[in-house]
C-alpha cells in the first residue's frame, strides 16, 4: 500500500493518541506499517514550546513515520510543516479528536460542523508541504456527513482518509460503521483507512474488506505487539498466543529503557505505562494500588521486575 510517494510494509497503522504513541512506544510497533505520533499542536509548534518540541522526536527504525498536527487556525500551519517535514514521512491533520478540551476549542471533531474550513486547512497543508497530507475524520459531529467531508479532504488534494466509524456524539459508544466507511471507499479515489473495533487479526482481516487499510488505537494501548499478533493472522491465517505474564514484563521494561534513552522517563508517565502494560494480568487491581504506592521511578521498575 502507498500513501502519496510512501510505501509502507503492511496496511497495519498505528493510530495517533495522546499521551500514548510517543517515540519509545512506537519503536515497540514493530510491525505496524505506519506509526503515528501523538497530536501535535500548531500553535504550540509555532511558538517552539519545548514540551511539543519532544512530540517531534523520531528515530529511522520507526520509518515511515506520520506526525499529527491539530489545531483551528491556517496561519500557523506554515511554521508547524516547516518544523516537522524533514523528520516526518506524512502529516496528518485531526478532525476527529473527542476529547472536550480540543472539540470545546473549536479543533478536532468541532470542525466536522465547519466543512469548509476543513477543505482550508487541508489545501494550506497541502500547499506549504512536500510530503504527502492526510486526514483523521469521525462520521460527523452528531450525524453522519463523512461523504461531504471526505470528498472535501480529497477535492483539496489529500493523500488518503482515516475514519473513525463513529460520530463525535457517539464518543466510544456502539458499534463502528464499517458500512459508512466501505461507502466513502467506493467512492474515493485516495486510500481510505478504517478504524475503529479491531482487537485481533479476524476483525483487521473482515475490515480491510471494506477499506485499503486498518488504524488500530485502544486495543493496542499497552500491547504494541498486537501488530505482530495480527500481521501473523493475515498472512498465515494462523493465531499466535497472547504475551505472557513475564513477555508483557519484559516489554514494559523495554519501554523503560528507550524512554529513558530519550529522556522521556518521569513517574507519572511511567506508572501511566505500567498500569497499561499489566492491563488484563491476573490481580491487575493489586497491581495498580502497588504502582500508585511507589514515589520513584527506580522502585517502580523493581516492583515491576518482581511481577515476572
Not at 505520533?37 to 513515520?65: F, G, Q, Y
Not at 471533531?109 to 465547519?114: D, E, G, Q, V
Not at 493523500?159 to 460520530?167: E, K, P, V
Not at 529522556?263 to 497491581?287: C, D, P, V, W, Y
Request: glycine letters at 6%; a positive charge; charged letters at 25%.
Amino acid at each position: 500500500m502507498k500513501i502519496g510517494k510512501v510505501k509502507l510494509k503492511n496496511e497495519l497503522i498505528l493510530a495517533p493518541m495522546a499521551g500514548i504513541t510517543n517515540l519509545p512506544f512506537r519503536l515497540l510497533c514493530k510491525d505496524a506499517g505506519l506509526r503515528c505520533s501523538e497530536m501535535i499542536n500548531i500553535n504550540a509548534l509555532e511558538r517552539n514550546n519545548k514540551s511539543t518540541e519532544k512530540l517531534c522526536l523520531t528515530h529511522k527504525d520507526e520509518k515511515p513515520v506520520s506526525f499529527q498536527l491539530f489545531g483551528l487556525r491556517e496561519q500557523p500551519i506554515k511554521a508547524a510543516v516547516e518544523k516537522i517535514e524533514d523528520k516526518a514521512d506524512i502529516i496528518d491533520f485531526n478532525f476527529g479528536c473527542p476529547a472536550h478540551q480540543i472539540v470545546g476549542a473549536g479543533s478536532g471533531a468541532a470542525l466536522l460542523k465547519r466543512p469548509e474550513k476543513v477543505g482550508k486547512i487541508i489545501s494550506t497543508l497541502v500547499k506549504h508541504s512536500s510530503i504527502p497530507i492526510t486526514a483523521k475524520i469521525r462520521l460527523g459531529y452528531e450525524k453522519n456527513n463523512v461523504m461531504k467531508i471526505s470528498k472535501i479532504i480529497e477535492d483539496n488534494g489529500a493523500d488518503a482518509i482515516a475514519i473513525h466509524g463513529r460520530t463525535f456524539k457517539q464518543g466510544f459508544t456502539g458499534k463502528s460503521n464499517w458500512k459508512a466507511i466501505a461507502e466513502v471507499k467506493e467512492q474515493a479515489n485516495i486510500p481510505i483507512i478504517g478504524n475503529g473495533d479491531v482487537t485481533n487479526g479476524k476483525q483487521a482481516e473482515a475490515l480491510l474488506q471494506h477499506c485499503d487499510a486498518v488504524m488500530i488505537g485502544r486495543a493496542a494501548i499497552g500491547d504494541p505487539h498486537l501488530f505482530t499478533r495480527i500481521d501473523h493472522y493475515l498472512k498465515t491465517k494462523e493465531q499466535l498466543q497472547m504475551p505472557s505474564t513475564k513477555e508483557k514484563i519484559d516489554i514494559f521494561l523495554e519501554y523503560t529503557k528507550l524512554a529513558k534513552k530519550y529522556n522521556l522517563l518521569n513517574l507519572h508517565t511511567l506508572r501511566q505505562k505500567a498500569q497499561e502494560f499489566t492491563r488484563n494480568l491476573r490481580g491487575s487491581r493489586i497491581i495498580r494500588k502497588e504502582l500508585n504506592k511507589v514515589t520513584t521511578t527506580e522502585l517502580l521498575i523493581k516492583y515491576m521486575e518482581s511481577l515476572k
